[in-house]
């Protein structure tokens, strides 16, 4: 291996004697528009080998990361530069000898010379390459249709070209340095290019949230409520203007047979009060909402010295994935684990550039419970643009301190149901709610069962109203294989719910408020909550994030 490289380098560092040495410019066009400020690709080429390069690269000017392919007979070699400091490639052999074309009797000239059309079909996508022999070299502008002589025209479903714009005869051809000991496969090398092109925060790395006494924070996570919350303090980068910003999460039971409601939160530390004071004292210590049922209801909305939980992600888990997979059924194989993903890039201005608690919770009286991952993935976009600059959480009744003693989000007994005042310090225009609902308790006449409509009022006049359902929980039964069997063939799993399914994210709504002027506003949320049954009773998990510019 190291003689190649050494050849390799040899062969693209020095003057190529009795050979003719190409260089060719391509530029991409979108339905008929040339596109704006692109990097033209380049190839340089003669009778053995080419190069797909750019300008930027040449002259030094790229952004990270950045890619370059060398063409050496049926081989292609790629090399990728990640950062100034880390390089890896590798080499295929397979590829460029695997691809089939349909050759067609069209012919066209191109830039003086004499084409010819092949035809091939990728993942569903018609690719047309016109190219010639005239030069008696071989090159395109990507690995696609190098044994062919070179490709001066490549037409992606008659909607996106790239095509040559200039063939120039040089000297040499640019040097390219690889590594021996950076080769990986293919596979490896793809993957380390792809996880390059973002910055991934990891916040939890297979950690255990369960119920247990022996549930011990250490350096650097925090546990809580007997193991169901853990909390890590998390540096974010600064977060480009118009960037996409999201939250992955992995679950596995780790014990647990049943569907928990999960939530993923930061603590804000805006006030003088947060949640991290009734963490460690006790939800006792946090401000109680009172709406005259005789309940109390700690921390769950905006005072004048404290903010609620802002939550970026409600998921709920699946009946026992990976730990109960050992139940058979005639065919059902089962999913080994549960991936949620969610955008939640409207919340960006809480998260840029600071220091943050991020937290999950999964309520659960479960030992080993539930075996969780979570990162956060930022993702640069070139003509992005913001999705809001004010975020401002208002409520959240999600009682992710269940297990240490926070009561149920039972308030909606009353007709006052939630009742929230809120100041604001400026103008927030474009103001929005961004909503989460799902309803819990009972059985049959439980309201996890039964739709409920939810009106939301602003400054006492209704905005909006809805009634938050899923029908599709049936979509997701491999994921649940601890779910119950009944006797008219469906399974738990299987029901429709108050806007949930074991195994799912459930997605915020965006409710529009308008233009909110400074100072003093209100919002109400009224939803009629089914009375108790016996020991069941109904409950509602909601949260409200005020967004705006």
Not at 127 to 143: C, R
Not at 311 to 324: A, D, V
Not at 510 to 529: A, C, N, T
Request: aromatic share 10%; glycine share 8%.
């Amino acid at each position: 291996m190291k003689n190649f490289f050494i050849l390799l380098f040899s062969v693209f560092s020095i003057t190529s004697f009795g050979q003719k040495n190409y260089k060719i410019t391509y530029l991409k066009s979108s339905n008929g528009t040339l596109i704006e400020n692109q990097d033209a690709i380049l190839v340089y080429s003669n009778e053995k080998k080419s190069l797909i390069t750019s300008e930027k690269i040449i002259t030094k000017k790229s952004e990270f990361p950045f890619e370059q392919t060398i063409i050496d007979g049926l081989s292609y070699y790629q090399l990728a530069n990640l950062s100034n400091s880390k390089a890896i490639s590798t080499k295929d052999s397979v590829s460029i000898g695997k691809q089939n074309f349909e050759f067609l009797s069209d012919t066209k000239k191109i830039l003086g010379y004499t084409c010819k059309k092949a035809k091939t079909i990728i993942n569903s996508n018609t690719i047309e390459l016109w190219y010639t022999n005239d030069l008696k070299i071989k090159g395109a502008p990507t690995v696609l249709g190098q044994d062919l002589g070179l490709v001066l025209e490549m037409n992606r479903n008659g909607n996106f070209i790239i095509a040559a714009t200039k063939i120039e005869k040089v000297k040499t051809i640019p040097s390219i340095s690889l590594d021996s000991n950076k080769t990986l496969d293919l596979l490896s090398y793809r993957d380390l290019l792809w996880k390059s092109r973002f910055t991934t925060v990891s916040v939890f790395k297979d950690e255990i949230i369960n119920f247990s006494n022996e549930s011990k924070s250490n350096d650097s996570i925090l546990r809580f409520a007997n193991g169901t919350i853990i909390l890590k303090k998390v540096k974010i980068p600064s977060i480009a203007k118009g960037s996409q910003v999201f939250i992955d999460v992995c679950e596995q039971s780790n014990g647990d047979a049943y569907d928990r409601t999960g939530s993923v939160f930061m603590i804000p530390m805006d006030k003088k009060q947060s949640f991290i004071d009734g963490l460690k004292n006790g939800a006792k210590t946090l401000p109680v909402y009172n709406n005259g049922n005789g309940k109390d209801y700690q921390g769950i909305i905006s005072t004048e010295n404290y903010l609620p939980l802002l939550e970026l992600m409600r998921f709920f888990t699946p009946f026992g994935i990976k730990q109960y997979n050992h139940i058979q059924l005639k065919d059902k194989t089962w999913e080994e684990k549960v991936n949620y993903r969610q955008d939640v890039s409207e919340l960006t201005a809480a998260l840029n550039n600071k220091e943050i608690y991020i937290g999950t919770f999964i309520g659960n009286y479960d030992k080993g419970g539930h075996k969780v991952s979570v990162n956060i993935t930022i993702h640069p976009e070139e003509n992005g643009k913001e999705k809001s600059t004010f975020v401002l959480p208002i409520f959240n009744t999600t009682n992710v301190m269940e297990m240490a003693g926070q009561e149920y989000g039972t308030l909606f007994n009353s007709e006052k149901g939630l009742f929230v005042n809120f100041t604001l310090e400026k103008e927030v225009k474009n103001a929005k709610l961004r909503y989460i609902s799902t309803g819990h308790g009972g059985w049959e006449n439980g309201d996890e069962f039964v739709p409920k409509k939810n009106t939301i009022l602003l400054d006492e006049k209704e905005v909006f109203h809805f009634t938050p359902w899923r029908e599709d929980c049936g979509s997701y039964r491999l994921y649940n294989p601890a779910s119950g069997n009944f006797s008219n063939g469906l399974s738990s799993s299987d029901y429709s719910r108050s806007n949930w399914c074991p195994g799912m994210v459930t997605n915020p709504v965006y409710i529009e408020l308008g233009d909110l002027k400074e100072g003093q506003h209100s919002i109400q949320v009224i939803i009629p909550q089914g009375n108790p049954e016996g020991t069941s009773f109904s409950s509602w998990n909601v949260s409200g994030v005020l967004i705006g510019e």
